[in-house]
């Protein structure tokens, strides 16, 4: 049994030993969030959080997880409250396919909460480890600019 804190709610779940990170958050757990991409922690479709920090759930073992604290982009914000970056991604739209945009949100939160008033390079660094093939990329950048600003000024334009 692995048991661990998942978007603040405690979860056990009984899988095999081997079981990775992804196959329980969109299995058992009902998560559609965390995406498959790669397998190989090239792409970041899969980025969670483990206790603040970001981790690829592909290839992360769940027995890594047990009595920790893991939250997906579905624990970031709730429709009627949504996270600050969610609501910046909108404002900018930020995605196109949005395949990639749940990885970048989770790591994008987890810089802003370690760095609430980042540079555009260390925006640039906290979302290199993701792939994005719709070219959405200034606008994603603009999009984490407006939310450490926290206005809802057109200023996170200028960047990118």
């Not at 899969?46 to 290839?59: H, I, K, N």
């Amino acid at each position: 049994m692995h048991a661990f804190t998942l978007n603040g709610a405690a979860v056990a779940l009984d899988l095999p030993e081997d079981a990775t990170l992804l196959h329980a958050l969109r299995g058992p757990a009902g998560l559609s969030g965390p995406r498959f991409g790669c397998g190989n922690e090239q792409c970041g479709a899969c980025m969670v959080l483990v206790d603040g920090e970001p981790r690829t759930a592909c290839t992360l073992s769940l027995a890594a997880v047990t009595g920790k604290a893991v939250v997906t982009v579905e624990g970031l914000g709730t429709p009627e409250a949504p996270h600050p970056l969610q609501s910046a991604f909108l404002a900018e739209q930020a995605g196109q396919c949005g395949y990639c945009l749940s990885g970048i949100l989770v790591s994008a939160a987890a810089l802003l909460a370690h760095n609430p008033q980042p540079e555009e390079a260390a925006i640039r660094i906290a979302l290199e480890p993701h792939l994005c093939r719709c070219g959405s990329h200034n606008r994603i950048l603009r999009a984490v600019a407006r939310a450490a600003r926290g206005d809802d000024s057109r200023a996170a334009r200028e960047m990118a």
